[in-house]
Each structure stands twice: as C-alpha cells, then as structure tokens.
T-cell receptor
C-alpha cells in the first residue's frame, strides 16, 4: 500500500500550457509538502500545508498554486509553463513534530518543451 | 536558519570498502538530522535520523551515523559497500519554526567492482 502517491509520474508538455500534479497520503499525517528537485539534484521546498492551511510559500512564482482539499491531499497546479519549470517535483508528508521524518512520493518528472 | 553542508558531490569506493559520506550542520538549537537515499528515478527513502536520544544512530541497509556536537557533524558510514548502495545520498535538518526539511546538495556514491 503506497504511503505517498503522486500522479502522473511523467509529464511532457509544451510551453504555455497549464498542468496539475496530484498527491495523496494515507499515513494520517497533518503536514504535506511540495519540493522541487532541479537537474543538479538540489532539493528545495516550495510549499507546505498543515491541516489544509498554507504555512510555507518559498518565493515561488505565482504561476504555481497549491491546493489542499483535505489533510490527505495536496495538489499542485502550474499555469503558463516555462522551460525553466522542467524538474522533478516531489510530494511529501509528515507529522508536525521536529523529530519526525518526511515520507516522499516517487516524484513527477515534468518536461516542458 | 538551520542548514547542512555535504562535502563532496561524488564519492567513489570499491565494493567491500568503507563508505564515508560527510555532513556538517549549522543550527542555533539542538538539531534534528536525517539521512535519505535516492535511487535512480525514485523518491527519497529515509536511512536514519538523529533526534537526540543517542549519538550513534543505526539505520537501514547497514548504514549508521554519529552525531558529534563538537564538530557539528553527522557523517554517514557503512563498513562494507555493496554495488546496490550506488545512489544519491542527502543529509537534511529540520528547520525550527516552520518544520520543513532543509537538504544538503547531495553526494553521489559510486561503487565499483
């Protein structure tokens, strides 16, 4: 049973399009995240939600809009895609305690052409 | 703000040799530290975590890490490398206040026969 699942795994799209990535966790966690991994493997936090409330928004262009319909889901919608948006996007979840780890999904490889 | 530095973007070892991956942290409070592994085209998997209970932490797949406050280090070791250990390894620290994980730049472990 997959703990954190995100779809799709691969996404190839043209510049200017709008796309969404979905994420679901079945661990009962209260916090969910979106991370971006660039071509050099660097991982950077984009957003974090705690109990459906946005708590972290790390200077991400407003073309990126997260939505959390409930504690178990966190979706990422991207408008007007640009070449520089090509990356691997990871969803993760955790409990809101400092000593707990985050569990990651398998990632969505987004390629903008 | 908390941060981690991983020395060496690539580490090469022979099968059966000692693995040592370096991580130094910067934190104004006692840190919570994590090591994750990422196999090709997969998400991040937790190897081990330090939460102040013990300075020597044992993880999965024979890995362990020692927390040294005097050196602000949390290096990852494995006595004998296997070919299957070839992957990207990330050190991370829990950021105070916002609860996000802040990652190092990663170290690619290469294992040769």
């Amino acid at each position: 049973d997959t703990a954190v699942s995100q779809t799709p795994k691969y996404l190839v799209t043209q510049m200017g399009n709008d796309k969404s990535i979905k994420c679901e966790q079945n661990l009962g966690h209260d916090t969910m995240y979106w991370y971006k991994q660039d071509s050099k493997k660097f991982l950077k936090i984009m957003f974090s939600y705690n109990n459906k409330e946005l708590i972290i928004n790390e200077t991400v262009p407003n073309r990126f809009s997260p939505k959390s319909p409930d504690k178990a889901h966190l979706n990422l919608h991207i408008n007007s895609l640009e070449l520089g948006d090509s990356a691997v996007y990871f969803c993760a979840s955790s409990q809101a305690d400092r000593n707990t780890e985050a569990f990651f999904g398998q990632g969505t490889r987004l390629t903008v052409v | 703000a908390q941060s981690v530095t991983q020395l060496g973007s690539h580490v090469s070892v022979s099968e059966g040799a000692l693995v040592l991956l370096r991580c130094n942290y910067s934190s104004s409070v006692p840190p919570y530290l994590f090591w994750y592994v990422q196999y090709p085209n997969q998400g991040l998997q937790l190897l081990l975590k330090y939460t102040s209970a013990a300075t020597l932490v044992k993880g999965i797949n024979g890995f362990e890490a020692e927390f040294k406050k005097s050196e602000t280090s949390f290096h990852l070791t494995k006595p004998s490398a296997h070919m299957s250990d070839a992957a990207e390894y990330f050190c991370a620290v829990r950021d105070t206040g916002f609860q996000k994980l802040v990652f190092g730049t990663g170290t690619r472990l290469l294992v040769s026969p």
